[in-house]
C-alpha cells in the first residue's frame, strides 16, 4: 500500500526565515510520481511540483526548492526568505504506476499547516 | 477562462436527504476526480472516472453515488447512507498523469 507521511502538523516561522517542510512516501512501485500542493485559506488545492521517480534531481523555482532523495524515501520542500503569503497548508501526494491509462489515484499526506508571521 | 467550477460553495443538508454536488470543467481533461477533506487531514478520493460512462470506486466510497454522463462533468450525490457527510469536497480534473487542477470545492454541513 501506499503511504505519505508529513511528521510536522504545524510550523510557523517569522517573516524571511527559511523553513522546510518535509515528506516522507512508502510504496513499492517502481515508477511513481511525486506533487507538492498548496491549499491557501480559501481552499483551492493550488499545484506546485510534480517529480517522477526516475528524476531525482533537485528542483528550484524562485523561492521555492525540492530535495528528492530516493535513498530515504523524501521529497522535502523548502521556501527560502518566507514571506507572509506563503501561509498556507501544503500537501505531498504520490501516485503510483497502477496500469490505469489516463487517471491516476493521489494518495495524500495529512498536510503541514505553515504561518508566517510578519 | 479554462478551470472548474463547483456549486454550490455552501451547503446545508438534514438528516436523511440526499444531496448532488455540482462539478464541471471546461480544460477538455479525460480524467476527473472526488475528494473528501475532514478538518486537519488530507484528501481521501471518493471516486474518480477516466472517460465518459466510466467511473471506479476510490478508497471511502460507501454512501456516495456519480455519474459521468458528458465529459465536463462529475456530479456528486451524497446520500442518506453516508453516516458523517459534514465535509470539505474537491472535485479534480487532470490529463493522464499530468497534474490534477482542482475546483474550489464545497463544504457540506448536516444539520
Known amino acids: 500500500a501506499q503511504k505519505v507521511t508529513q511528521a510536522q502538523t504545524e510550523i510557523s516561522v517569522v517573516e524571511k526565515e527559511d523553513v522546510t517542510l518535509d515528506c516522507v512516501y512508502e510504496?513499492?512501485?517502481?515508477?511513481?510520481?511525486l506533487f507538492w500542493y498548496k491549499q491557501p485559506p480559501s481552499g483551492e488545492l493550488v499545484f506546485l511540483i510534480r517529480?517522477?521517480?526516475?528524476?531525482?534531481q533537485n528542483e528550484i523555482s524562485g523561492r521555492y526548492s525540492w530535495n528528492f532523495q530516493k535513498s530515504t524515501s523524501s521529497f522535502n520542500f523548502t521556501i527560502t526568505a518566507s514571506q507572509v503569503v506563503d501561509s498556507a497548508v501544503y500537501f505531498c501526494?504520490?501516485?503510483?504506476?497502477?496500469?490505469?491509462?489516463?487517471?491516476?489515484?493521489?494518495?495524500f499526506g495529512q498536510g503541514t499547516r505553515l504561518t508566517i508571521n510578519p | 477562462d479554462g478551470g472548474i467550477t463547483q456549486s454550490p460553495k455552501y451547503l446545508f443538508r438534514k438528516e436523511g436527504q440526499n444531496v448532488t454536488l455540482s462539478c464541471e470543467q471546461n480544460?477538455?481533461?479525460?480524467?476527473m476526480y472526488w475528494y473528501r477533506q475532514d478538518p486537519g487531514q488530507g484528501l481521501r478520493l471518493i471516486y474518480y472516472?477516466?472517460?465518459?460512462?466510466?467511473?471506479q470506486k476510490g478508497d471511502i466510497a460507501e454512501g456516495y453515488s456519480v455519474s459521468r454522463e458528458k465529459k465536463e462533468s462529475f456530479p456528486l450525490t451524497v446520500t442518506s447512507a453516508q453516516k458523517n457527510p459534514t465535509a470539505f469536497y474537491l472535485c479534480?480534473?487532470?490529463?493522464?498523469?499530468?497534474?490534477?487542477?482542482f475546483g474550489p470545492g464545497t463544504r457540506l454541513t448536516v444539520l
Open positions: 479534480a480534473s487532470s490529463t493522464g498523469y499530468g497534474e490534477q487542477f
Open positions: 510504496t513499492r512501485d517502481t515508477t511513481y510520481y
Open positions: 517529480r517522477n521517480s526516475f528524476d531525482e
Open positions: 501526494a504520490l501516485t503510483g504506476d497502477e496500469g490505469i491509462q489516463g487517471a491516476q489515484k493521489l494518495v
Open positions: 480544460l477538455n481533461h479525460d480524467a
Open positions: 472516472s477516466q472517460i465518459v460512462n466510466d467511473f
